[in-house]
């Protein structure tokens, strides 16, 4: 059975500074990996997703990094600011072995404060 | 574009009660899903459904229904509600195995 980990459950750091998000998965054959943002009390957004094939994915101030051997995955976050403050979910594409379904594995996430 | 859209937002339930969670998206996508949220336990995945016309348990699916409608449209249903379903429901929609888009939530509280 897949399990996702995040840890540190929260962080915070001093507005500027660079955001380091960890995320580790059991089991390597993975379809992709996905990284979400959550507000408190709403939904999740999509922010990154890397496909088994590849080895990290770029979108303005992110950057995720895949390494399926050791079963990791890392989020950075340059020059945090204070809007950064969120949770990040990490989650994980197993795909079933029933035609077309696929189930997304979730990592209980980092809770991020970053201070003015 | 709206996206996935979900209602209602919030829903308080007597224990017994039933209701149907509504969700919606727009873009064409054939996967959908119903996750649940809760403090401690994360995101679980009640059912999915891969097509128009095919639904698959999840992880957690005792107490729930779900009916694929349509394409656009997959709802969830509680038939008689308990205070252990007291949680945030999620849906999501994907095209095959790709990016999953979530909706806003609803917040159900049964007493």
């Known amino acids: 059975k897949q399990e996702v980990t995040q840890i540190p459950a929260a962080l915070s750091v001093p507005e500027g500074e660079n955001l380091v998000l960890n995320c580790s998965f059991t089991d390597s054959a993975i379809y992709n990996l996905q990284w979400f943002r959550q507000d408190p009390g709403k939904g999740l957004t999509s922010l990154l997703l890397i496909q088994s094939s590849q080895r990290e994915q770029t979108s303005g101030r992110l950057n995720a990094s895949l390494d399926k051997s050791s079963g990791r995955s890392t989020l950075y976050i340059a020059a945090s600011q204070p809007g950064d403050s969120a949770t990040y979910l990490c989650?994980?594409?197993?795909?079933?072995?029933?035609?077309?379904?696929?189930?997304?594995?979730f990592g209980g996430g980092t809770r991020v404060l970053v201070k003015p | 574009n709206a996206g996935v859209t979900q209602t209602p937002k919030f829903q308080v339930l007597k224990t017994g009660q039933s209701m149907t969670l509504q969700c919606a998206q727009d873009m064409n996508h054939n996967s959908m899903y119903w996750y649940r949220q809760d403090p401690g336990m994360g995101l679980r995945l009640i059912y999915y459904s891969a097509s128009e016309g095919t639904t698959d348990k999840g992880e957690v699916p005792n107490g729930y229904n779900v009916s694929r409608l349509n394409k656009r449209e997959f709802s969830l249903r509680l038939e008689s509600a308990a205070p252990s379903q007291t949680s945030v429901y999620f849906c999501?929609?994907?095209?095959?195995?790709?990016?999953?888009?979530f909706g806003p939530g609803t917040r159900l509280t049964v007493l």
């Open positions: 989650a994980v594409r197993v795909v079933m072995i029933k035609a077309a379904g696929n189930k997304l594995t």
């Open positions: 999501a929609s994907s095209h095959n195995y790709n990016e999953q888009f």
